[in-house]
């Protein structure tokens, strides 16, 4: 047995996922609700977690600090210190009432891993460098991808003028927490400096889980259009306007929502979702004169997504006129599709099948850090299984120590065996 696959056999049975999930309860312990795991960005409670994340990455001798957009970062150095670096990351701020895992557990699973790996005293020709990204979700200020774009350098600077529900805005919340806001160019990397990209996230969904599988390969992340849409009719009394006079703005979104519906199970990866509903002034003796709903379609690739708008706001046209109302689109975001890199799924392959398990596949329909790396290095992700019939976004999350380790084992062999893309080779 080579040196560098004696890393997994040195593990215990079972010990790194045990440790993971141990690491992942203590972090919840700190939270701004106390019925699920709250942790917005730049709150005392998030301040908390970053410091503990300092501390067991220093304990895990790692060269660490935190940066001025709150991402806390530790360095598996090199023996050369002018080495590029690997990148490892997730994000460890939350949405309201999460669970314990979302984001979390790709930073603890590399903090066991390099904790394993110094046990066993390897030297890289990269550095490794964990990052807890400081805030992916976007819950206080709207604007996810907050601590990753900072370091891919893309952060948009409007983004400081931007305000939480006090008012504050992201440039004076920055400055209050002891950093300058007009520094932050200066924490991005030049891609030059950049080895690759790993992230390793819950699926949050119940693919793996139907398929029994602990961990899945992601071939890319989704692109996402999302609308809000008004639909207006005419407003009039429950019982004296005919069925066949009526302009009914609620009958006629119904109609929209089941189309959608209907055209996004029409293709591989394509989803589409209406998740919320209203009618402004509604009473239950008046016809609705006005509905509004939400609209988020999402594809692995962005022409599937783009046929389906296509589709979905031609036929909402045809019965807004058949209807008589009227219907209007608009587009409060866009995000395109982002494909892993062939070499880094190639990779994440050969460590997946010397686990003993078969690739699995499979595409990302959430957003993740790893998507603004995508335009800037080899990234890649490894899905882990999610219990409890795929549950996310919830504190019924759940991930099993015996995945945790599975993860934990595949990247480190990943990590040991990492190769730019010119020489790899399982």
Same mark, same amino acid.
């Given at each position: 047995m080579s040196e560098k696959a004696s890393v997994q056999a040195a593990a215990t049975e079972g010990a790194l996922g045990k440790r993971i999930i141990a690491l992942a309860t203590k972090l919840a312990e700190w939270s701004e609700t106390p019925d699920g795991l709250t942790c917005t960005y730049l709150t005392p409670t998030h301040h908390a977690v970053a410091a503990e994340l300092q501390t067991w990455m220093r304990n895990?001798?790692?060269? *660490? !600090?935190?940066?001025g957009v709150g991402n806390v970062i530790g360095r598996y150095t090199a023996a050369d210190p002018a080495a590029k670096a690997l990148i490892v990351a997730s994000h460890y701020d939350t949405v309201r009432h999460a669970g314990n895992y979302d984001g979390r557990l790709g930073i603890l699973t590399c903090l066991v891993a390099l904790e394993e790996i110094g046990k066993n005293g390897l030297k890289f020709p990269f550095h490794v460098d964990l990052i807890a990204f400081s805030?992916? #979700?976007? +819950? %206080?200020?709207?604007?996810?991808?907050? @601590?990753?774009?900072?370091?891919?350098? $893309?952060?948009? $600077? %409007?983004?400081? /003028?931007?305000r939480d529900s006090n008012g504050q805005t992201l440039g004076d919340l920055i400055f209050k927490t002891g950093f300058d806001p007009e520094t932050l160019a200066s924490l991005a990397r030049n891609p030059n400096d950049i080895a690759g990209y790993l992230e390793v996230h819950i699926e949050q969904g119940p693919v793996l889980l139907r398929e029994n599988l602990p961990v899945g390969i992601v071939t890319g992340i989704a692109g996402a259009v999302r609308y809000e849409v008004s639909v207006t009719g005419a407003a009039g009394h429950a019982g004296t306007v005919p069925m066949g006079l009526r302009c009914d703005a609620g009958a006629a979104a119904a109609e929209m929502i089941l189309f959608v519906e209907q055209r996004c199970a029409q293709a591989p990866t394509l989803v589409g979702t209406v998740g919320r509903i209203t009618v402004p002034g509604g009473a239950i003796n008046v016809i609705p004169g006005r509905c509004e709903f939400s609209l988020d379609i999402r594809a692995g690739d962005d022409a599937t997504v783009g046929a389906a708008v296509t589709d979905v706001r031609a036929e909402c046209d045809r019965i807004a006129r058949r209807r008589n109302v009227a +219907?209007?689109? *608009? #587009? +409060? /975001? %866009?995000?395109?599709? +982002?494909?892993?890199?062939? !070499?880094?799924?190639? /990779?994440?392959?050969c460590a997946v099948t010397r686990a003993g398990i078969t690739p699995?596949?499979?595409?990302? @329909?959430? @957003? !993740?850090?790893?998507? &603004?790396?995508? $335009? &800037?290095?080899?990234?890649?992700?490894?899905? &882990? %299984?999610?219990g409890n019939g795929g549950i996310s976004?919830?504190?019924?999350? *759940? &991930? *099993?120590a015996q995945d945790a380790d599975i993860a934990a084992r595949i990247l480190i062999d990943a990590i040991v065996n990492f190769a730019p893309a010119r020489r790899a080779s399982c």
């Open positions: 895990a001798s790692l060269a *660490t !600090h935190i940066d805030e992916e #979700e976007g +819950v %206080r200020f709207s604007a996810p991808y907050i @601590g990753s774009s900072a370091i891919a350098g $893309r952060f948009d $600077r %409007r983004f400081l /003028q931007l +219907v209007i689109f *608009t #587009e +409060v /975001q %866009r995000h395109q599709a +982002v494909p892993c890199s062939a !070499h880094m799924q190639a /990779q994440l392959a699995r596949y499979l595409p990302s @329909g959430a @957003g !993740h850090d790893a998507a &603004v790396f995508g $335009r &800037v290095t080899d990234m890649g992700m490894l899905f &882990v %299984r999610c976004h919830s504190p019924l999350e *759940t &991930v *099993t």
